[in-house]
């Protein structure tokens, strides 16, 4: 398995800008693609980016394409969530997540990712 740590979050204002970091410890060799998701009060989580081991394919949804860009440094494994232009609709509380075994290029759906961080908190206010 592998083990996930989040950090980075915290308060900011509208229209501000965040970066997460995920370090992953473990199975780090297992070809390990990374995601992120989001969960806010009363609501269901959200998948709302991943990257595959290679890097070089990533996937965002519709709510934060455009603001958040998903990185990874494969030599500290870890992987970034760099969050800008900020809303207050983006407050939850954000998840890392692995899916260990993963083709090169592959970027894996909601359902496929197994491991899962703590979360780290994110507050955007008005």
């Known amino acids: 398995q592998v083990q996930l740590v989040e950090s980075g979050g915290g308060l900011v204002q509208a229209g501000g800008s965040l970066r997460l970091s995920c370090a992953a410890s473990?199975?780090?060799?297992?070809?390990?693609?990374m995601g992120w998701f989001r969960q806010a009060p009363g609501k269901e989580r959200e998948f709302i980016a991943a990257?595959?081991?290679?890097?070089?394919?990533?996937y965002y949804s519709d709510s934060v394409k455009g603001r958040f860009t998903i990185s990874r440094d494969s030599a500290k494994n870890t992987v970034y969530l760099q969050m800008n232009s900020l809303k207050p609709e983006d407050t939850a509380v954000y998840y890392c997540?692995?899916?260990?075994?993963?083709?090169?290029?592959?970027?894996?759906?909601?359902?496929?990712?197994?491991?899962w961080g703590q979360g780290t908190q994110v507050t955007v206010s008005s």
């Open positions: 997540a692995a899916r260990l075994y993963s083709s090169s290029d592959y970027v894996p759906s909601e359902r496929e990712f197994g491991s």
């Open positions: 473990g199975r780090t060799r297992s070809n390990v693609a």
């Open positions: 990257i595959s081991w290679s890097g070089v394919n990533t």
